[in-house]
């Protein structure tokens, strides 16, 4: 089961941090990633990870501006976004697959997903 939280209003130019739980556990070859699906658009592939380390992606819209990072400890993942601007506004929904795949970027790929949360940004 996922648990995304940490969207919210915020004024171009902004930043925020958006966290996803991770409940009955994880092994080092999950991928989780971060989706997000404007009004009247499909959902879009943001950034994945490996849990295990060493696979990292980003859609191109995003490099530079977003990290996403885990805390094994915490079993969560984080979405880091900076330089935030209207064209990022969407809901965004966390996602697991039990294995790291070549498709990550495919939305159907996914196993597992978390309710979305709203991120707003505002010109």
């Known amino acids: 089961q996922l648990q995304a939280c940490g969207g919210g209003l915020v004024q171009a130019g902004g930043s925020l941090r958006l966290s996803c739980t991770i409940s009955g556990g994880t092994s080092s070859d999950y991928a989780l990633a971060w989706f997000r699906q404007a009004p009247g658009k499909e959902r879009a592939f943001v950034a994945a990870?490996?849990?295990?380390?060493?696979?990292?992606a980003y859609v191109d819209s995003v490099k530079g501006r977003f990290t996403i990072s885990r805390d094994n400890a915490k079993n969560t993942v984080y979405l880091q976004m900076n330089s935030l601007n209207p064209e990022d506004t969407s809901v965004y929904y966390c996602a697991a697959r039990i294995r790291w795949t070549v498709n990550y970027s495919s939305a159907s790929e996914y196993d597992y997903w978390g309710l979305g949360t709203q991120v707003t940004v505002s010109s």
């Open positions: 990870l490996r849990w295990g380390g060493g696979r990292y």
